[in-house]
């Protein structure tokens, strides 16, 4: 969607005439969304858009402008309706003895908005985060630093932690806390100049902070995390000394085949930290869990440091933005109607079946596509939004009135979006010169293998590329809830947890969305979770038509799990005296809805399975093996997507936008390089 | 900036420290007035007065930097009458090459005693600079002369295997090892090496050399084919002769026809004896109908801006004088030389 | 159909983020050194500066890389950086780490004996003169003449006290302050041990000064004398 939106810029003046082919009824693949019973949005997944997302906010920010919704008319009619600010994050810590304690914090507004124009001469150094990075250090110590930190302990989050630290017995810190300000000014005053020095420095501060805290974190819960959190700092700054990465050519890839967690042990971390809630919640981040097992935590550290300084020290506004409708209503809902109206056609129901290469031309390029029309369309064009609530929004099925026999279609409960529902109305094949000129392949990297089949058996470099750029699976579901999380037992502002317990380990409290779902009686409370899947087969084959719903029983059979065992350490009260999960909390819709733990059957759930939809992982020295949109093996094609080499090799909004705009540059060669927000970057 | 002028400084400074190295001794006749040859043909003491530019820009005196740049000068001349030999060149600086005028033999022994002599000369700097900054020009200059052989490897093994497939970047990385080490990188980094006599920042130096050398290189090739013989001082046209991979080979080769490539195939494949000025010519002219040497010159100019930058980012702290100004002023006369 | 009548996409610039320092900058010099050039002669020449650009970094990489190999670390494996400033004020750091190993490159190349002789003027400012504290050892007196507190140590080889020897300017760490230039080494001879005469002027900025000792026949490394300026209220 972001290279069509590149290439249909009025600037180009019409050099391109875009037409979309997407499967099934809506746009958005891992990212789509519809309305279902009730208006209630359904979510392949649980999304997050962070404040360092600085292409996907230029692009959103650019739509909704060119769209010029009319505020009285759209209740998200500018792209502050349709984001706003989410700085409560939490994280949760096992404790030793087997319970599970939330911990949560408030990220300070950060000036500025995701997607402003960058300040003049702005560059990203990695001097700059180093700086920024001991920075942080010195205040979380300046916290427990008796005369700063009793002073003027720092508002909610951290700060309601920190009040409770006992700061009389840590006067000794002073010292450690001049010191890291040396460090600090060194840093940003005087250069990177002296990479033994500063590790030098470094060690002697680490392990001073060491000596005065970690003792005391072994008993104080509160100063334990925000050791925790030093902790990683300081390994992190230390191994980007140690490892050269201030002036290495290859910034941070050059730490790609390590593991994160590896690589801040080597660089002197703790166990402890490694383990901690707060780097967990990292990982969950990025579901960087290899073949979906949650025992197997593992993520380049090249892409993760970078991942992480960019989230944690690039932020504008807010840390995480939130969405105030279903992704595909605020993000794809949006981009569909500006895409249309400057002349990009859509063929929905267009399933990608082969991609053909002319291997013995000169040049070699793509000499044809073939596709599965999966249902003929009643008129010329169709028609894919409903409104909810005076807002566009995409449906959660198609509109078979719309589908030449689609009550037929209807009743034999044909699935578009299932890869193992291979039903079609007929065939379709586009010709270059004839049909097309240049491809954009924007499918998921799951589905590479198959429609690029060829491609990949006669290509090393895109056989390697599906060898070893993993994906997995993710599982996700969905509550509406009678009480308030007050009742629940979860008090304080909405916030964004990962860091749980398997196998459900993120939570998204989604309350702000009540107010746009359509209930008769509406809840009090929405809830929504994900986590990655195991596959249940290793190569599921396309003629077990049974193995979608078998996912979807798994995923059923975990979340019932979830409820029934784990959720009380999030919501006390969500369970009765006897200690069981209280089912009658969920909203059933109409009528009283069946008890117990079928009730679940009411709410919404998710197993996203096909090829397409699986994430995409970073594992430790696959960066390499990517393949970025600006390769032209192939003259006329370009690839699009979050598993391609984009910059921020990293399964997310921000990767897959920038990637658009890489595609785009591609074959138009705009927006530039230089354009792409992040794109050079260490 | 009259560059020629300040080179011309240098050099006179250089042939003092020259002659103490170079003084007649026996065997006179078959080693060191030979060996002593190339030098007293003058030459515009290129790589020595940049090593003392260098090193003067960075706070040395021109004493602490004169041995360095006398070894330099007699490591080059040392290479000149190798690689003279190797190309089976005929003139240098305008009189017959070493080779040609006492044979082979004698020619490489002469060039093996200039390696001694410049290793030498850069030994006699212990007095002053210490043995411990002396030791690490040493080890530059293994490096220098490690790289330098190695590009020899590549050019002359593409020569031997008459390699036809050759692309812009693979000439670049030839002319890295085989011209730029040796030409502008390593004086430059003895020189920073003496003025700052710190060995862990020399590779600072690589970008400005590299550019620098590459441009000068082409521009070298370039003048080969179409310099005025008696200021070139080297036989016009020997390149082709040699079937030396130059960008404009390069360039030409990138786009021949299937008959072009047959005939220059067989041309390269010929020894040199039996390659005829009709094919010379033919080179030549097919050279010209292509844009070759368009080609070279504009990549040149890109080369040298390139090096202009990349002075700029390196010596931006340096105070302003005229060894920076020398300095900056060398990737415009690099490419106005004639 | 042949690839001359089909559309095809233009051929990139480059095909990879550019990760290194020069290339964060907000004026990416690839990007700049190829401007001007490009203005004036075209695509291919801008493709050259490129080019020669990616053989430079894929040529760092390969020395880093040699780097690691040889068990040197990657901070070994020398790579620019930005602060041409810092090198003048780490050069006095420098030079003493240098002293260091050229010490033990003498011991090991010329297998000589040492001697070491040490003084310390916390007396008032005026001449002072002392002989060495282990006069087992001893064969240079050290005097100072400084109108402000001084430190000196002298580090010489034992067979060499009787050589005429020359003192080389003593540098501090910032390259803006005057060198120590009045040092000044006289053999010993049958009647007196060697000494060493120091001369500090009394605008002198306060901090630690390095020279290097040279035998002045032989030109070899004879040893090190470092004077530390107090200041004058010390």
């Known amino acids: ?682 | ?338 | 159909m042949s690839s001359s009548e089909r559309i095809t996409r233009p051929h990139p610039r480059r095909s990879e983020p550019i990760r290194t320092f020069r290339g964060t900058s907000s004026e990416p010099p690839a990007a700049a050194a190829a401007e001007r050039p490009r203005a004036s002669v075209g695509e291919a020449v801008a493709h050259a500066v490129d080019l020669g650009y990616r053989v430079l970094d894929e040529y760092l990489q390969q020395g880093q890389r040699a780097a690691r190999g040889l068990g040197l670390g990657p901070d070994r494996a020398e790579a620019a950086v930005d602060d041409l400033q810092a090198l003048a004020t780490r050069m006095a750091r420098y030079t003493s780490d240098f002293l260091g190993v050229w010490a033990q490159f003498v011991d090991v190349a010329l297998s000589t004996g040492r001697l070491g002789g040490a003084k310390r003027n916390d007396a008032p400012p005026g001449p002072a003169s002392a002989p060495a504290p282990t006069p087992a050892r001893a064969a240079v007196a050290v005097r100072v003449r400084s109108p402000q507190a001084a430190e000196v140590a002298a580090d010489l080889a034992a067979d060499l006290a009787e050589r005429p020897l020359t003192v080389q300017a003593l540098r501090g760490a910032d390259p803006t302050v005057p060198p120590i230039t009045g040092v000044r080494f006289e053999p010993a001879t049958a009647a007196q041990a060697a000494r060493l005469h120091v001369v500090v002027p009394p605008e002198q900025a306060p901090g630690t000064y390095v020279g290097v000792v040279v035998d002045d026949e032989t030109g070899r490394f004879a040893g090190t004398v470092t004077v530390t300026v107090v200041g004058t209220e010390g």
């Open chain 2, 1 to 338: 900036m009259d560059v020629a002028a300040a080179l011309a400084g240098y050099g006179d400074r250089i042939r003092v420290a020259l002659c103490d190295h170079l003084r007649p001794r026996e065997p006179r006749r078959h080693l060191y007035d030979p060996a002593a040859e190339y030098a007293w043909r003058g030459g515009r003491m290129l790589r020595p007065s940049l090593c003392i530019a260098a090193a003067r820009c960075f706070g040395a005196s021109i004493e602490e930097a004169i041995h360095a740049a006398a070894g330099i000068e007699l490591l080059h001349n040392a290479f000149l009458v190798h690689d003279d030999v190797e190309d089976e060149s005929d003139e240098r600086r305008g009189r017959p090459t070493l080779h040609a005028m006492h044979g082979i033999g004698l020619a490489v022994n002469a060039g093996d005693g200039l390696l001694l002599l410049g290793l030498e000369a850069l030994l006699a700097n212990r007095a002053r600079l210490g043995p411990s900054l002396t030791l690490a020009l040493l080890e530059d200059a293994c490096r220098m002369a490690r790289e330098t052989v190695e590009g020899q490897a590549l050019d002359l093994g593409w020569r031997r295997d008459n390699a036809l497939s050759l692309q812009d970047d693979d000439y670049l990385r030839m002319v890295l090892k085989k011209t730029c080490w040796y030409t502008t990188i390593f004086p430059l980094r003895t020189g920073v090496l003496i003025g700052t006599r710190d060995p862990s920042r020399l590779d600072r130096m690589l970008s400005f050399g590299f550019f620098l050398g590459a441009a000068f290189q082409i521009r070298d090739d370039l003048l080969n084919l179409e310099g005025d013989p008696r200021r070139y001082g080297k036989e016009i046209a020997g390149d082709l002769w040699e079937g030396k991979r130059t960008l404009m080979l390069v360039h030409f080769l990138q786009r021949t026809t299937a008959a072009e490539r047959a005939r220059l195939r067989a041309f390269l494949d010929a020894p040199r004896a039996e390659r005829s000025p009709d094919d010379v010519a033919w080179l030549r002219e097919r050279m010209d109908t292509y844009g070759s040497l368009e080609h070279a010159r504009a990549v040149a100019h890109a080369l040298a801006g390139a090096a202009q930058h990349e002075f700029e980012r390196e010596f931006r702290t340096v105070p302003d004088g005229p060894d920076k100004a020398l300095l900056a002023a060398m990737p415009a006369w690099v490419l106005s030389r004639e």
């Open chain 1, 1 to 682: 969607m972001a290279a069509a939106f590149e290439l249909t810029r009025p600037e180009l003046a019409g050099r391109f005439d875009v037409t979309v082919y997407q499967l099934g009824w809506r746009l958005g693949g891992k990212g789509a969304s519809g309305r279902g019973a009730h208006g209630r949005v359904e979510e392949h997944g649980l999304h997050v858009w962070m404040g360092f997302y600085e292409n996907a906010f230029r692009l959103v920010r650019e739509c909704y402008a060119e769209l010029g919704r009319r505020p009285d008319r759209c209740p998200i009619a500018t792209w502050e309706d349709a984001f706003t600010p989410a700085p409560h994050i939490g994280v949760v810590d096992q404790t030793p003895g087997g319970g599970w304690l939330p911990w949560t914090a408030t990220f300070a507004s950060a000036p500025g908005n995701p997607g402003d124009p960058l300040p003049d001469g702005h560059r990203w150094t990695m001097a700059t985060y180093v700086a920024r990075a001991i920075g942080l250090v010195r205040s979380l110590l300046a916290h427990l630093e008796p005369a700063a930190g009793a002073a003027e302990p720092r508002g909610d989050g951290v700060g309601r932690l920190l009040r409770m630290v006992q700061l009389g017995q840590l006067t000794s810190l002073a010292a450690v806390v001049q010191a890291v300000g040396a460090l600090e000014t060194v840093l940003t005053v005087g250069g990177v100049a002296e990479e033994n020095v500063l590790i030098g420095l470094l060690d002697a501060v680490s392990a001073a902070a060491r000596a005065q805290i970690e003792a005391r974190a072994a008993a104080d819960v509160a100063v334990s995390r925000v050791w925790t959190v030093m902790d990683i700092t300081l390994a992190t700054i230390r191994g980007i000394l140690r490892f050269g990465l201030l002036t290495h050519p290859l910034g941070f890839d050059a730490i790609d085949d390590y593991d994160c967690r590896e690589w801040l042990l080597l660089n002197g971390c703790s166990a402890r930290s490694v383990e901690s809630g707060f780097l967990r919640g990292l990982y969950d981040l990025g579901l960087s869990y290899e073949e979906g097992d949650p025992t197997r935590p593992r993520t380049s550290a090249g892409q993760g440091v970078r991942s992480v300084l960019r989230a944690f020290f690039t932020y504008r506004g807010a840390f995480y933005w939130r969405m105030q409708a279903g992704m595909g209503d605020v993000v794809f809902a949006p981009l569909y109607e500006v895409l249309r109206r400057r002349g990009v056609r859509f063929a929905f129901f267009h399933r990608l079946e082969h991609v053909r290469v002319a291997w013995d031309a000169p040049s070699r390029h793509v000499e044809a596509l073939d596709f599965d029309v999966q249902a003929q369309v009643v008129g010329a064009e169709y028609a894919p939004l409903i409104e909810v609530g005076g807002l566009p929004c995409w449906p959660a099925a198609p509109d078979f009135a719309q589908l030449v026999d689609g009550e037929r279609l209807r009743l034999e409960g044909w699935d578009f979006e299932s890869w193992w529902d291979t039903r079609r109305a007929g065939t379709r094949t586009l010709r270059v010169g004839e049909d097309f000129d240049l491809v954009v392949l924007g499918v998921g990297l799951g589905a590479v293998p198959h429609v690029c089949r060829e491609l990949v058996a006669r290509d090393a470099r895109w056989r390697a590329m599906v060898d070893r750029v993993r994906t997995v699976p993710s599982q996700a579901f969905q509550l509406w809830l009678r009480e308030d999380m007050d009742a629940l037992g979860w008090s304080g502002p909405a916030v964004h947890l990962s860091g749980f317990v398997e196998p459900f380990d993120t939570w998204a409290d989604m309350r702000h969305l009540v107010a746009r779902e359509r209930w008769p009686e509406p809840p009090r409370a929405i809830a929504y979770f994900c986590n990655v899947l195991a596959d249940l087969e290793p190569e599921p084959r396309r003629t077990d038509p049974t193995y979608p719903e078998r996912a979807r029983a798994a995923v059923r059979a975990n979340a019932v799990r979830f409820l029934e065992r784990d959720v009380r350490h999030l919501w006390p009260r969500a369970v009765d005296a006897e200690g069981r999960f209280r089912w009658e909390l969920l909203v059933a819709g109409t009528g009283t809805g069946p008890g117990g733990a079928a009730r679940f059957e009411t709410q919404y759930w998710n197993a996203a399975v096909n090829p397409s939809d699986r994430y995409v992982l970073s594992l430790p020295g696959t960066s390499r093996f990517r393949i970025s949109p600006l390769d032209r093996t192939y003259d006329n094609l370009t690839i699009a997507g979050d598993w391609t080499s984009c910059g921020f090799n990293a399964g997310c909004v921000e990767a897959a936008v920038m990637s658009g705009r890489l595609a785009a540059h591609a074959l138009a060669e705009s927006p530039p390089l230089e354009a792409i927000v992040g794109y050079d970057h260490p």
